[in-house]
């Protein structure tokens, strides 16, 4: 016998099977849903521990050399040294003497270090690059040898932040760095010549201290600028970066600290006012920093200075391959720098 079944029934059982239908379907999405999530999930926690283990290694294996030993990267004749810029901030200094004073300096202390300033020979403070230490080798521990081998002291100084000197660097900190560390080298210095050596980022303290020197009467003897730049302002990654990287780095991607940090380091405005004596040094390959910089710079500061004599640039040829790094490996390097600190003394 056949069922009759009426409009009612009819339309009762297909809203039955849509009822079931949407369930089911409610039921896969949230099934997806969640699968998509814990997808997710485990996604960013496999990134998380990636730049955990980055950053790990990025400020361990950086930092392996112990700062207080300079022996342990071949500066023999070279003491450690910790200074106090300001209240709360610790920064390392290298102190490597002249290759005349190197059977004498093995062995002694601080007080010997300070006393050997005073002996007449020619002082750099050189003011290293962005990223690493003073530990950094080739291209910084090349310098000190070239340097020291040269008769000449050397002070390379970590700015706050670099290395194991203490605090955050700022541009402003690390040109009251620099400035603490002249006024230091100058009260044991007597009447040795004393210049500044920038390479790099170094290149901006150098001239940032330089004017801020002449602003209270004072002045390096010389300048050496080696892979300088015309201006920090609006390169691609700011360039303290590296230091909000260092473990626990999530404060780098929750609180961007470096949006108050800002970096200009204008060189190229600095030198329309420094009237101290100007080598500047720059390879033609520098991947870096392009060597039209450099001759920017020689352009405004000769304008400034208004003379050939005081402000000098040497040009290294890109067939030489020495990069950003390599000016150090130049066997001319020492008798370009002995033929500068000549003319400071004429």
Known sequence: MKRRIDKSES???????????GRHKSKDLNVQSRSQWWAWTKVGFLTLCSLVTISFLLEHLSDSVDLTRPSDVGLNYTINIYLKPEEGVRVGVWYTVP??????????DLEWFEKALGDGSPIFIYLHGNSGNRASYPHRIGIATVLSAAGYHVLAMDYRGFGDS????TERGLTTDTLYLYNWVKARSGNSLVCVWGH???????????????????????IILEGAFTTAKGVNQHPFTWF?????????????????????????????QIKTPLLILHAEDDPIVPFVMAKELYSTAKNAQKSDKRVRLILFESSLGYDHNGLYKDPRLPDFIREFLQSLMA
């Open 244 to 272: 909000y990287w260092k473990f626990p780095y999530i404060q780098y991607f929750l609180f961007n600290p470096l949006k108050d940090n800002i970096l200009e380091l204008p060189s190229n405005e600095n030198l329309k």
């Open 166 to 169: 203490t605090s955050e660097p």
């Open 99 to 108: 290759k005349h004073k190197w059977e004498e300096s093995k062995g002694q």
């Open 200 to 222: 790099s980022l170094g290149s901006g303290v150098a001239t940032n201290t330089a004017v801020k020197l002449q602003e209270q009467g004072k002045h390096f003897d010389g």
């Open 11 to 21: 339309k009762a059982t297909a809203a039955g099977k849509s009822q079931r239908t």
